[in-house]
């Protein structure tokens, strides 16, 4: 593989530390509560550990809620207050979000509970791995791109069994600070895994996640986990703010047709997601020879065939 073909499956951030806030910008909180909020988040990662173990075993549903439970209870135990806006669909679905920060793995699993789709380097983290393979999560080697079919056959399996399954398409975390220093735009919704839903019939539901201080009421990219930057760097920031809420919005599902394109179904979900301009004219009314794609609450749309090649 060519330097530029690996540099196209791995996906590198337009963010960096100028992304990030200023020692000082953001409202703080005391040393003691840093450190409760490490030993609490310490010991909800352990107990993380006990729900692995038990969810092999656990009916569906159960398993589902206890995973809903301590997703919830891990964002509350760093100090991460949770807002959601919108219905979570309850049954099977591909969930799409756009992704800032490690945390939004545990967002996700505390909206709706779902088997994600995460690098294969998570599956090694303390603890949050053990839980990750536990919960069925469909493990990614980006060094190797030609396993990509195999995975989106395995997403549209889960979809078939009538499970809903989680996915990043941006494929690497940005700031979501739209203007900041050194902070380019981002790529957009890789569309390939859109495949399983169009494979499968599955509704794709965007979900658009945004963190706030809501000590000073404004948007931050405290929770950004970006580049080079270590995972306990970024706890560590993580901890320190006072009233940090993560925001999420769950969009009107996406609902493809038979041969839609996954191309233009991930046009839609990404406008969706990052409320892009879209056309005045809805997509779903240009022709297509093959088919297309309906949605609710009219979210842009419309497409047809594809191949796996992209």
């Known amino acids: 593989m060519t330097a530029g073909a690996d540099d196209l499956w791995r996906p590198a951030s337009g963010c960096g530390p100028g992304c990030l806030p200023a020692p000082g910008e ?34 569906e549903r159960d398993g589902q809620a206890a995973v809903r439970a301590w997703a919830r209870g891990t964002l509350r135990a760093f100090g991460v207050r949770l807002a959601v806006r919108g219905r979570p669909p309850r049954r099977r679905a591909l969930l799409v979000a756009n992704h800032v920060s490690w945390l939004d793995v545990l967002v996700v699993l505390a909206v709706a509970p779902a088997r994600l789709v995460a690098k294969r380097e998570v599956r090694s983290w303390p603890l949050v791995g ?5 919960a ?5 080697d980006r060094s190797r791109p030609r396993q990509l079919p195999a995975v989106v056959g395995r997403v549209a399996d889960a979809l078939r069994a009538g499970r809903p399954v989680a996915v990043f398409p941006e494929g690497t975390t940005w700031c979501a600070g739209d203007g900041a220093a050194g902070c380019r ?26 963190y706030r201080c809501t000590a000073s009421g404004a948007a931050t990219t405290a929770a950004a986990f970006l580049g080079e930057e270590t995972l306990v760097r970024s706890v560590r920031r993580v901890v320190s703010v006072r009233g940090l809420t993560v925001h999420v919005t769950v969009a009107a599902a996406l609902h493809p047709g038979v041969d839609a394109d996954r191309r233009l179904l991930a046009r839609a979900a990404e406008s969706a997601v990052h409320l892009v301009p879209v056309p005045s004219r809805p997509l779903a009314a240009v022709p297509s020879p093959r088919g297309g794609v309906t949605e609710a609450a009219g979210s842009p749309a419309g497409v047809r065939g594809l191949d796996l090649a992209a």
């Open 26 to 59: 953001v409202p703080a909180v005391g040393v003691a509560r840093r450190a409760g909020r490490l030993l609490a988040g310490a010991g909800m990662l352990l107990l993380g550990t006990g729900l692995a173990v038990l969810l092999p075993v656990l009916p």
């Open 130 to 134: 053990l839980l990750a393979g536990a």
């Open 136 to 140: 069925g999560t469909v493990f990614v």
């Open 185 to 210: 735009p981002r790529r957009g919704f890789r569309p390939a895994v859109f495949q399983a839903a169009v494979d499968t019939g599955a509704p794709v539901v965007p979900l658009r996640i945004g």
